[in-house]
């Protein structure tokens, strides 16, 4: 009974045969691979800190201090680029010219209240701090792959 259920070698072979493409060997055919799949993802650098980034993503940073809401700021150091079966790994970071990944300021807000309490026993030494963080939201646009990179 159990043997009904087990797949054979022969269709096991064929899916294989089926799935599998050519590894491409120049960036440009990469790329195309790349557009053709139905979801992409980069990594980016944004404020000095590597994020993974989709379409449509709410991302969370420090404090960006010269934007203002509604700002469209276009990311530049993008490490790597990718689908579910196809990644492209920049050294160290993949061009401009290439992908094209652009991220609307939604707000500035602060993050929750930090209470530091500090005290030196003995000595009557007692200060509580309070503060918040501020953060910048960034909504992610789509993530753009070039065609023609020399146009």
Same mark, same amino acid.
């Given at each position: 009974?159990?043997?009904?259920? +087990?797949?054979?070698?022969?269709?096991? @072979?064929?899916?294989? =045969?089926?799935? %599998?493409?050519?590894?491409?060997?120049?960036?440009?055919?990469?790329?195309? =691979?790349?557009?053709? %799949?139905?979801?992409?993802?980069?990594? @980016?650098?944004?404020?000095?800190?590597?994020?993974?980034?989709?379409? +449509?993503?709410?991302?969370?940073?420090?404090?960006?201090? &010269?934007?203002?809401? !509604? &700002?469209?700021?276009?990311?530049? &150091?993008?490490?790597? =680029? !990718?689908?579910?079966?196809?990644?492209? +790994? !920049?050294?160290?970071?993949?061009?401009?010219? %290439?992908?094209?990944?652009? @991220?609307?300021?939604?707000?500035?807000?602060? !993050?929750?209240?930090?209470?530091?309490?500090?005290?030196?026993?003995?000595?009557?030494?007692? +200060?509580?701090?309070?503060?918040? %963080?501020?953060?910048?939201?960034?909504?992610?646009?789509?993530?753009?792959?070039?065609?023609?990179?020399?146009?």
């Amino acid at each position: 009974m159990a043997s009904l259920f +087990r797949p054979t070698l022969r269709a096991v @072979a064929t899916r294989a =045969l089926h799935t %599998q493409t050519a590894a491409p060997t120049t960036t440009p055919s990469a790329l195309s =691979l790349i557009r053709t %799949q139905p979801s992409h993802y980069v990594v @980016a650098s944004v404020a000095g800190r590597k994020y993974l980034l989709t379409p +449509r993503d709410l991302l969370t940073v420090p404090r960006l201090k &010269d934007v203002k809401v !509604g &700002d469209v700021l276009k990311l530049s &150091d993008i490490h790597e =680029l !990718g689908s579910r079966e196809f990644t492209i +790994r !920049g050294n160290p970071t993949i061009p401009p010219e %290439q992908v094209r990944v652009e @991220a609307t300021v939604v707000e500035h807000t602060k !993050g929750k209240m930090e209470v530091i309490f500090k005290k030196k026993r003995r000595k009557g030494y007692e +200060r509580t701090i309070r503060h918040k %963080q501020t953060y910048t939201r960034l909504r992610i646009g789509p993530i753009d792959i070039v065609e023609n990179p020399s146009s």
